[in-house]
């Protein structure tokens, strides 16, 4: 975990105003996901086997462990969990070397958070060698705090990685509001307490309460997530 302010300095007790915003990285403020499927399918071919496309929605937005350690039993592949995890990351980050594209309106939107002074943390079940490099093309001063699966003992979906930005930026979980894009990130946040706005990326996720659901960041700016927490 990565924090540039100190934790006391975004506290506001008895206060029912939005206290800070966290994100998920993958497939909600960069489009990667496809990336991940891309990579796990050509590992897999150079391991001698072919991953069914039924199985993406399986292992998207979960953890390494939990994503990679399903494709092993389900292929049958003759390698460790921790062989497959150095493979990923090696071959996710030749891909994002190439480039790393935003998703529409996250520009804007971690622009405007900003702008408001608003304490943003980046939470993610990737690694932190994967963090730290999509964080050059994200810009690491445009969060307060950075959370990564591996800097975690219980990874997404447990509570903990949004728990833990709470605990860094010094905020109450119930008056963050948390963007996530897969079911495994928005019961993460949930469990935590946290209100959550879901942008679906590869399978969908319903409404419910305490759940807002929209179709692009484009859709969401610092008034929509005030009124998340405020209800007003």
Request: aromatic share 6%.
């Amino acid at each position: 975990m990565t924090s540039t302010v100190p934790a006391s300095l975004f506290r506001t007790n008895g206060s029912s105003a939005l206290q800070a915003v966290f994100l998920d990285m993958d497939g909600t403020l960069v489009d990667t996901e496809g990336f991940w499927w891309d990579a796990e399918v050509e590992v897999f071919q150079d391991l001698g086997h072919r991953l069914d496309e039924s199985w993406r929605d399986i292992v998207v937005g979960g953890p390494m462990t939990r994503s990679a350690g399903y494709l092993i039993d389900a292929t049958g592949a003759d390698i460790t969990l921790a062989e497959l995890t150095v493979l990923l990351n090696d071959k996710f980050e030749q891909r994002i070397d190439r480039g790393v594209p935003l998703m529409p309106g996250a520009e804007r939107l971690l622009a405007e958070l900003a702008l408001h002074n608003i304490p943003t943390a980046l939470v993610s079940a990737s690694h932190r060698r994967i963090i730290d490099r999509i964080l050059a093309s994200l810009g690491r001063d445009r969060f307060t705090l950075t959370v990564a699966g591996d800097e975690v003992i219980r990874t997404k979906p447990h509570p903990e990685p949004y728990l833990t930005a709470a605990s860094g930026v010094g905020a109450e979980p119930g008056l963050c509001a948390v963007i996530e894009d897969t079911a495994t990130g928005v019961a993460s946040a949930e469990a935590a307490g946290c209100r959550v706005v879901a942008v679906p990326s590869v399978a969908p996720i319903p409404a419910s309460e305490g759940r807002v659901v929209v179709r692009s960041l484009e859709e969401v700016d610092v008034p929509f997530l005030r009124t998340l927490i405020s209800g007003v």
